[in-house]
């Protein structure tokens, strides 16, 4: 046989035992019935979201809990579609906050802004534009509900790729400058890698926030505007209006078989396989597992296809350039940074002052001075609520995140759980709490409070986790060998690794607080309205009556106490944790 043939032919084999291993297994068959199942579920769910305007009142939402699976599944369509958007925006808001001191201090300030304005002061001013923009068509209320789904979700996941990005291990970052990595292959092999962990906790956390707001976002009304979009929020509004139990426990009951479907299915695989970007020196002893990535990885088509996609997106990401090794950054004078500055300044506190004049001119129409010292007075009694809550919260949940975080097995037990107390709306307990407080005439002061941080608290368990979970193996082997216990430990050790998740939970916790005010201040079962003073109760009433000016007027005031307290408190938490305690 002449070296020609010989090579053919070893090509040949080759390819045959390339295509052998690609030929699908049982495996295979398993994981695309499941694909195809999904993808008809969401081409169902697409088609019915497409249908006229008038259907919705043509066919209204039932309690019958037959309806709950129809019903469960759009609400879930509409929240993925939420998350799909809140990703994006992280991965582009993000690091440019996180890259560029310039875009820093507009992005953070504006994101500070955002987180406190609640679901209802966006759907307030959203619902028409986008019921203008497919006009007769359902797909503008769902774009709206996917929206006021998309704000309880964004802010959280980009704090934290934000605080992932700003705490990179400096000697990794030694490492892609000897390699001479270009800014785009050092963002998805050191950066995003790092992120990961974190962001898929938050990705958690997300979800479940979504949930919690899920009933304001399918049964909005403001004003004259009443729209009902079909799903499991307002099955659960609707059964709180005629005082249902039965039907608010079916929707719970719904609410946790979504979670646990899409906790099994989706999360744990991803954290499971995230678990490999930990930063450490020695291996996890105890890894996180999935059963829908073990089986996964025993496919043959599919693990073939995933090569070919991961082969293509090193293309994208390429390897170390050898352009990078040469081409200089460009500099800019001392002279010209400083006149760019004070340029950017200027321009800055333009459009700042521009705001504050444009919300200014537009609230004094037919407000007075007594409507902001009322706006300001309810603002500082919430202040207090969150102020006390959070603290109360962190008191609890800090160790309790530390400890499930550092034991991958039980972190894996309790994960469902809880993102099932995570996304478990207020509402549902309206009819036990406003009888409660009818019955033995209590405070609503008070006794409301708790609905506040009902949500919220979980930001700082899920953060903790987080930063738990990442906390290197082989620190915590150092501190046995020097015998570390006790107050000391948690003083020298565990609180400063994990310092910089908590800011990121306490912080989306304290704004997505403010943000429960709207609906844990005012709350109502039938006809029977319990009401705490506060700022939230005052957006409440002035958005039912579609009382755009003092709507206005109390998000703004709502959004000046939280940029205040996250200048004050939280961002210099960041900035020591950045410069005191970054491994």
Not at 490 to 506: C, D, E, F, H, N
């Amino acid at each position: 046989m002449t070296m020609p043939q010989f090579a053919g032919n070893r090509r040949i084999a080759n390819i045959s035992a390339t295509v052998a291993q690609a030929w699908p297994n049982r495996y295979d068959v398993v994981v695309f019935l499941a694909l195809g199942a999904v993808l008809v579920a969401m081409a169902h769910g697409a088609k019915t979201m497409q249908q006229p305007l008038t259907g919705l009142a043509a066919n209204p939402v039932s309690l019958d809990p037959a309806n709950l699976p129809q019903y469960a599944l759009l609400t879930t369509l509409r929240m993925f579609a939420a998350l799909g958007f809140s990703l994006l925006f992280t991965f582009i808001v993000a690091p440019l906050a996180a890259k560029s001191r310039k875009a820093e201090r507009v992005i953070i300030p504006a994101l500070d802004i955002l987180q406190s304005v609640p679901v209802l002061g966006f759907l307030t001013f959203t619902v028409v534009f986008f019921l203008n923009l497919f006009p007769g068509s359902q797909i503008g209320a769902e774009l709206a509900a996917i929206f006021a789904i998309f704000t309880s979700q964004a802010w959280n996941m980009t704090f934290s790729f934000y605080q992932s990005l700003k705490t990179v291990p400096r000697d990794l970052e030694e490492v892609t400058e000897q390699f001479r990595l270009t800014p785009w292959q050092r963002f998805w092999k050191l950066e995003v890698p790092f992120a990961t962990p974190g962001l898929v906790w938050n990705m958690m956390m997300s979800m479940s926030g979504g949930w919690f707001f899920v009933v304001a976002s399918e049964a909005i009304s403001v004003g004259d505007t009443t729209i009902t979009l079909p799903g499991i929020g307002s099955y659960i509004a609707l059964a709180i209006e005629q005082k249902n139990i039965g039907a608010v426990a079916w929707a719970v009951g719904a609410m946790g078989v979504v979670i646990v479907l899409y906790d099994q299915l989706l999360f744990r695989p991803i954290v499971a396989w995230s678990d490999k970007f930990r930063v450490e020196l020695v291996a996890s002893q105890n890894p996180p597992e999935s059963w829908v990535l073990n089986l996964l990885r025993r496919t043959r088509l599919i693990q073939a296809v995933n090569g070919l996609l991961g082969r293509i997106a090193g293309l994208f990401g390429g390897g170390v350039s050898t352009l990078s090794r040469h081409a200089p950054e460009p500099r800019i004078g001392k002279t010209a940074g400083r006149a760019l500055d004070i340029l950017f300044n200027i321009v800055l506190a333009a459009v700042v002052v521009w705001a504050a004049w444009s919300i200014y001119s537009y609230v004094r129409a037919t407000l007075g001075w007594s409507d902001v010292v009322q706006a300001v007075t309810d603002g500082c009694i919430t202040f207090v609520r969150v102020m006390v809550l959070i603290a109360i919260a962190s008191l609890i949940w800090v160790p309790v995140g530390v400890y499930i975080g550092l034991r991958p097995k039980l972190a894996e037990r309790i994960q469902p759980l809880a993102q099932f107390l995570a996304a478990f709306p207020a509402n549902v307990l309206f009819p036990f709490v406003v009888m409660g407080i009818v019955a033995w005439k209590l405070d609503p002061n008070i006794w409301l409070s708790p609905l506040i941080i009902l949500g919220t608290q979980w930001y700082i368990l899920f953060n903790v986790i987080a930063g738990a979970s990442v906390f290197p193996r082989d620190l915590g082997e150092a501190s046995e060998l020097y015998r570390l216990k006790g107050w000391l430990w948690w003083r020298k050790v565990m609180l400063p690794s994990i310092l910089p998740y908590y800011v990121t939970g306490a912080l989306t916790a304290s704004g997505g607080s403010w943000n429960a005010s709207i609906v844990a201040e005012a709350v109502s079962w039938g006809d029977t309205k319990v009401e705490a003073q506060g700022l939230g109760a005052y957006i409440a009433d002035a958005t039912a009556a579609g009382d755009f000016h003092r709507v206005v007027l109390g998000v703004g005031v709502m959004s000046v106490f939280v940029v205040a307290l996250n200048r004050v408190l939280w961002r210099r938490l960041y900035a020591y944790a950045d410069r005191r305690l970054r491994i």
